[in-house]
């Protein structure tokens, strides 16, 4: 039998030959996956050699999926981290706002306090503070030099 390059059947690797056709020529990233060649020789051998090759490349497709899930899953990771830093210091610039609003206003309850403090301690008439059953509970610079030199007048 004659093809048409002119050559036999036999010359050109046909079923009636005696020399079998390789089912795979290894290629240089075989080399490098020695797995890759130990599957192909073992499915070869078995005259499975299509199934072979469907089968390595499902492996490496899942290989490959498996992968780009773990990245995937690391960068939502990430994503997910960068905006908790995110959120967690816009919170806590609104906390340090918050503080600088709290202490500018006791610095001025504190200027408040001591401003009438000193209205009432240096009032030029006496003033007293009672309490509910009418017990002096505070009395200022005036009225205390008033009761002092005149004695209790109650």
């Excluded at 046909?14 to 599957?39: E, F, G, V």
């Excluded at 990771?77 to 905006?83: G, S, W």
């Excluded at 505070?138 to 005149?150: D, I, Y």
Aim: glycine share 6%.
């Amino acid at each position: 039998m004659t093809n048409k390059a002119g050559k036999t059947g036999n010359e050109a690797g046909s079923p009636d030959s005696h020399t079998p056709i390789p089912p795979h020529a290894p290629t240089p990233s075989d080399a490098a996956d020695p797995s890759i060649n130990s599957h192909l020789r073992e499915d070869a051998t078995a005259g499975m050699a299509g199934q072979a090759l469907r089968r390595i490349a499902e492996e490496r497709l899942r290989e490959k999926q498996t992968r780009q899930k773990s990245e995937v899953s690391g960068q939502q990771a990430t994503e997910d981290a960068a905006r908790l830093v995110h959120e967690l210091q816009v919170h806590q610039i609104e906390l340090e706002m918050q503080n600088e609003e709290l202490q500018q206003a006791r610095a001025t309850a504190d200027a408040l306090l001591a401003q009438y403090t000193d209205l009432y301690d240096f009032a030029p008439t006496g003033y007293l503070t009672l309490d509910r059953q009418g017990a002096i509970r505070q009395l200022n610079l005036t009225g205390r030099s008033c009761s002092a030199s005149n004695g209790p007048s109650w």
